[in-house]
C-alpha cells in the first residue's frame, strides 16, 4: 500500500457524533485525496490537499472537513455522523499534482453509521 | 471492497484464457486515464497506465488501448490466473489539475482454475 495507512480501518459510530479518520504515509508524497467507495457509485473524491495546510472540495464535500498540518498526516472529519456517511473510505497520495500521475491508496476504513 | 460488486459488470475466463474489461470514458478532455484492481478487502492497486497521445501500452501480461475517437478504454490481460481475480476500475482525469481523477463503476473478473 505504498507506504499509507489508514486508522482507524474500522468504526461503528452513532449518528450524530463525530468522526476523525486519519491517513499516514511514510512517501513524503505532496498530494493528498480522501475518496468514499459505495455501492453503484464507484470511487468518489471528497476532498483534497496539494500541500501542508492547502485543501479544496471534491465532488461530495457536505459533511466532510479535512485538515493536513504536516506533509504525513490527512485528516477526514465527519462534524455530525449520519447513516449516508455509512461508507469505506480511501486515502490516496501522489507525488505529483499534474493531471498525468497515478495515486497510490491506502487499505481503507470500512465506517458504519448507526 | 465488499458490496462494491453489486450490479457490476461481470467477466468470468477460465485460466489461461486472455481477458479483456472494457470501459467507456465520458469526457473528452481527460488526457490520462488509470486502470486499477481492488481486491475484496483492499485499496485499489495501480496497475496501468496511458496518455492521451499514445493509443496502446504494455506492461507485463497488461495491455492498454486507447479508442479517443469513441472514449473507449480496454485492459487486456493475457494468461489470465487465479490471482488476477479481482474488481477493475478505470479512472480519467477530466484534463484536470492536481490530479484528481473519476473512477468507472468497474468489472468483477473472476478466473476458474
Known amino acids: 500500500d505504498a507506504g499509507i495507512t489508514q486508522s482507524p480501518r474500522h468504526k461503528v459510530t452513532e449518528t450524530g457524533t463525530p468522526v476523525t479518520l486519519r491517513c499516514h504515509q511514510t512517501?513524503?508524497?505532496?498530494?493528498m485525496y480522501w475518496y468514499r467507495q459505495d455501492p453503484g457509485h464507484g470511487l468518489r473524491l471528497i476532498h483534497y490537499?496539494?500541500?501542508?495546510?492547502?485543501?479544496d472540495k471534491g465532488e461530495v464535500s457536505d459533511g466532510y472537513s479535512v485538515s493536513r498540518s504536516k506533509t504525513e498526516d490527512f485528516l477526514l472529519t465527519l462534524e455530525s455522523a449520519t447513516s449516508s456517511q455509512t461508507s469505506v473510505y480511501f486515502c490516496?497520495?501522489?507525488?505529483?499534482?499534474?493531471?498525468?500521475?497515478?495515486?497510490?491508496f491506502g487499505p481503507g476504513t470500512r465506517l458504519t453509521v448507526l | 471492497g465488499e458490496n462494491v460488486g453489486l450490479h457490476l459488470p461481470t467477466l468470468s475466463v477460465q485460466e489461461g484464457d486472455n481477458s479483456i474489461i472494457n470501459c467507456a470514458y465520458s469526457?473528452?478532455?481527460?488526457?490520462?486515464f488509470i486502470w486499477y484492481k481492488q481486491e475484496s478487502g483492499k485499496g485499489p492497486q495501480f496497475i496501468i497506465d496511458?496518455?492521451?497521445?499514445?493509443d496502446k501500452r504494455q506492461g507485463q501480461r497488461v495491455t492498454v488501448l486507447l479508442n479517443k475517437t469513441v472514449k473507449h478504454l480496454s485492459l487486456q490481460i493475457a494468461a489470465t490466473q487465479p490471482g488476477d481475480s479481482a474488481v477493475y476500475f478505470c479512472?480519467?482525469?477530466?484534463?484536470?489539475?492536481?490530479?484528481?481523477?473519476?473512477f468507472g463503476q468497474g468489472t468483477i473478473l473472476t478466473v476458474h482454475p
Open positions: 490516496a497520495i501522489s507525488d505529483r499534482g499534474t493531471g498525468d500521475n497515478e495515486q497510490f
Open positions: 512517501e513524503n508524497h505532496r498530494y
Open positions: 490537499s496539494y500541500g501542508v495546510k492547502d485543501t
Open positions: 469526457n473528452s478532455a481527460s488526457d490520462y
Open positions: 496511458i496518455r492521451s497521445n499514445m
Open positions: 479512472a480519467e482525469n477530466g484534463g484536470t489539475s492536481y490530479g484528481k481523477l473519476t
